[in-house]
Each structure stands twice: as C-alpha cells, then as structure tokens.
C-alpha cells in the first residue's frame, strides 16, 4: 500500500456503499455478496473482472473475509491476473496463508513483481523458507535481492516494513537535473513525498520535500535546498518504536538505513498507521489472554490459544477458593458473609483491571518511565483509597439495611477500602514489575492483578468479620 492508497481508502469505501457493495451497517451487503456468490458458482469470469475489479484492495479484502473459504480461492483463481494481491495484506493471516496456498508459486511470483516492496514483503513473510526460496528465484535479480535484504531483517521492526523503491540523487545534481530525472525514470515508486540525498556510498546526508524542489529554480544544487535528516529510522528498530517517531515528529515518511547509515528503504505514514492499529490490538487481546488470535482461526486454533492463560487463571482461582476455606467456619454461622463476598472482590477486580488498563497503554508508549513512575504510583493508589472510600460508603449502607445489621455494614465498607486501594498499588506495580524483568505487562498482568484482588478481597472481608464477631 503506497501513501495515496490509504488516504483514499475511506472514500472508496462511501462509494462502494453507494453502489451497493456494503450495507447499512458498513459491512459487505448480503445482495452484493449472494451475486459476486453465484457468480463464482457459475465460474462466470466477467462479471468477476467486472465488478470485483474495480473495487479498492480494502474493499476486496472485505469481501475475502465474508466468503467461505472455497470461494475465496475459487474467486482468486477464477480473476487470475487481474486479481488485486495487495487485497492480501487487508485480510487475517489464516486468509492469506490459505489463499496462498492453493496458488502455485509461479503465480504468486508474477503478482509479487506487480506489488510494492513492503506489500510484497508481507505476503512472503509468513510462507514457509522452500517456498519463499522458490518464488524469489523466479524474481528479477534487482527486486530479489531487495525483497531478501528486507526479509532478513527481524519481525515487526522497520526493515520488515520499509518499501525499498524510493528517490536517492547526490548532493551534487542541479534541481533541474533531479525533476528531470523523476520524470524520466520508470522505475521509480508510483508515490512518494520525499528525495533522499546521498553520497557515493550511499550514505544518507539529507531529505529534500517535493514542495521545497518545485518551488526552487533549475540551477539551484541539491545540497543548498536540502534539510540534514534529523529522524532517520535504523532498519532494525522496533515498529513500535518507529511508529512514536512518527507520531511525535508528525512525519508523513521518514529514511530508513542500515548499521552503517545507508540508505536502504523509506517507512511511509500508511504502514505506520497499520502498525498503530496492529499494535493496539495485540495489547488488548493479550490483556485478555487471547494471544495472536484472528477471526477465522479455527476452533481448534482458537481454543489452544486460550488455554494457557485458563490454567494459569485456574490456578489462582484455587488460591482465591483455599482462601475462602480459611474461614468456612464463620461462613456457616454468618450466611451473609456468602452473598456479599463477590462484591468485594468484584469491586476490587474492576478497580485493579481500570489501573492495569492505564498502566500497560502508558508503558506501550512510554508516557511511563522512572522519571514520572513515582509520581504515577502515587496518583493511582491515591484513586484506588478515594474511590474505596466512596464506594465502601455506599456498600456499608446497602448491605447494612440490607441485612438490618450495622456491623456487617462496616466489615465490608472497610473490606472494601483495603482491597480498593490494594487493587489500585497493584494494578500499577504488577505491570511495572514484569516490564521491569523483560516480561511483556500486556500478557500476564491481568491475570496476576485478578489473584490479588480476589485474594486480598477475600482474606480482608472474611478475615475483619471472623476477628469483629469474635469479639462480640
């Protein structure tokens, strides 16, 4: 996907709803899915090239995603070359790798040469190393070696997302020169913003925007309107990281270079707006134990992504319920103590998953740090006694008039304020700790956070009520 595509992405799709591609709700239309559906069970080729053809790459995957699978491969196979690959880098990665694989490698070589580097670079990526090998083999020498050069570099980082066609000219060349040459030369990318300014070993000296070379006259050198790069972007970086660059600086692309400062691709806004959007939901869904799961892994995928973080939370289930059994004594006389003790370690749940929430986003992008981490702490564990206080009140007064009973009342307000405040210390230290060993806070906080609250909740409620009656 180049720069254009993605700012014209939004208006394709209005007009694909006005002619009926997607509904009311923003989603494919039943109508335009039930035809583009009998048109491949008919194999009826041109009404595929016809109405699937014009479409824009999101809106094809959009459609990917709402046929059954047979379909899906039927569709690509029927639209042979005038399907649109890029479409690929729009849909799940069990999509992709499905479609994919029902191609011959021959194919997929032809429509790599169509795509641009970065596009290309992430369909190949997830192919096993043979038949990578394979569809590059089959690859102009220039783009095989960029494509490689690209694919060595590891996951998620700058390198596996930069598009290696970009615009270099030496300090050196007139302005004229330069417009000229971008005229002239077929093999440059279809869009871009930027002229990198290299010298003869391609070391990167500095950035001319296409504004600044317009409004300059012919005879004018390079090196007099260029600006010294201020964020190039090491190919080996964290796309995260890359992608606060971006977000700080407000950069539409930026260099990317190598050990040695060479230039060896450009990172463009639409793959870091990907990379925002990729990153976010991997952060939730890991809060939630889920992994890397997609919408069409199948149940089997689905459940074995689940289940390490069950038994983890199964254990601390059991710690919470040894807890309870503590105190099944004071549970048999008190029957009331039974039907409250879920609000206290609810209450305190929510609380701590409201903490961890704010603490793990804050850690993504590095708006936590030692400098402020002290502060922060303070902050939140000042919430959790406040918000304790508030809803200790409120609690103590129901389950008081509740069960006529002012002492019953109080245990639970005071319950209530200690597992609030517990629940807020750590749903921002749990995260810090883990982050602090190397562990990702985004993976195991909340299940960690959840046995405190229960735990602490649990021991605090029934514990206050077993010494208070005792001492009645």
């Known amino acids: 996907m180049n720069e254009t595509e993605h700012h014209d992405e939004e208006h394709g799709k209005a007009e694909a709803s006005d002619n009926g591609v997607y509904g009311d709700a923003g989603v494919v239309s039943s109508a335009f899915l039930a035809h583009i559906g009998a048109a491949i069970a008919d194999r009826d080729t041109l009404t595929l090239k016809s109405d699937v053809g014009r479409l824009h790459q999101s809106e094809i995957g959009d459609l990917l995603h709402a046929l059954m699978p047979e379909q899906r491969r039927s569709l690509v196979e029927l639209m042979g070359d005038e399907f649109d690959f890029t479409a690929l880098t729009e849909v799940d990665e069990a999509i992709r790798l499905d479609i ?4 011959p490698n021959a194919q997929i070589a032809q429509a790599v040469q169509q795509l641009d580097s970065d596009d290309a670079v992430y369909i190949l990526e997830d192919l096993d190393p043979a038949d990578q090998d394979e569809i590059l083999s089959e690859l102009p020498f220039t783009e095989r070696i960029r494509l490689r050069r690209s694919l060595g570099y590891p996951e998620e980082t700058a390198g596996r997302r930069m598009q290696t066609e970009f615009v270099a000219v030496p300090p050196f060349w007139t302005v004229g020169q330069t417009i000229d040459y971008m005229r002239e030369d077929k093999n440059l990318p279809d869009s871009f913003s930027q002229v990198f300014v290299v010298d003869p070993t391609f070391r990167l000296v500095g950035t001319v925007d296409l504004d600044r070379i ?3 006259k012919r005879n004018v050198k390079v090196e007099d309107v ?15 990281e890359a992608a606060q660059i971006f977000e700080q600086y407000d950069l539409l692309s930026a260099a990317v270079v190598d050990e040695n400062e060479r230039l060896v691709g450009v990172l463009t806004i639409d793959d870091v707006v990907d990379v925002i959007q990729q990153e976010a939901e991997e952060d939730l869904l890991r809060m939630g134990g889920v992994g890397d799961e997609e919408l069409s892994d199948t149940v089997m995928i689905a459940a074995r992504s689940r289940v390490p973080w069950l038994l983890v939370n199964l254990v601390t289930a059991f710690l919470a319920a040894s807890v309870i059994g ?19 370690a609810g209450m305190g749940g929510n609380a701590g998953s409201q903490t961890m929430t704010v603490t793990v986003r804050a850690l993504a992008t590095r708006d936590l740090d030692i400098y402020n981490a002290g502060r922060i702490i303070r902050r939140e564990m000042g919430v959790g006694l406040l918000n304790g206080a508030i809803f200790a009140t409120l609690i103590g007064l129901v389950a008081g008039f509740w069960f006529q009973d002012p002492n019953l009342g109080g245990i639970i307000a005071a319950a209530m304020v200690i597992n609030m405040f517990v629940a807020a210390a750590g749903g921002i230290l749990i995260p810090l700790l883990l982050d602090k060993v190397g562990a ?7 299940v960690f956070v959840t046995a405190v609250t229960d735990v602490v909740g649990f ?10 009656f005792g001492l009645l």
């Not at 994919?100 to 191609?103: F, K, M, N, W």
């Not at 260029?226 to 995260?240: G, K, V, Y």
Request: glycine fraction near 4%; charged fraction near 15%; hydrophobic fraction near 60%.
């Open 440 to 446: 990702d806070p985004a993976v195991a906080s909340a």
């Open 100 to 103: 994919v694989g029902s191609l």
């Open 326 to 344: 503590l105190f099944d004594a004071t549970i048999e006389q008190i029957v009331a103590l039974a039907v409250l003790m879920p609000i206290v």
């Open 214 to 216: 317009l409004r300059s």
């Open 459 to 468: 021991f605090a409620f029934l514990g206050l009520a077993t010494w208070w």
């Open 226 to 240: 260029m600006r010294e790069t201020r964020h190039a972007i090491p190919a080996t970086m964290d796309q995260e």
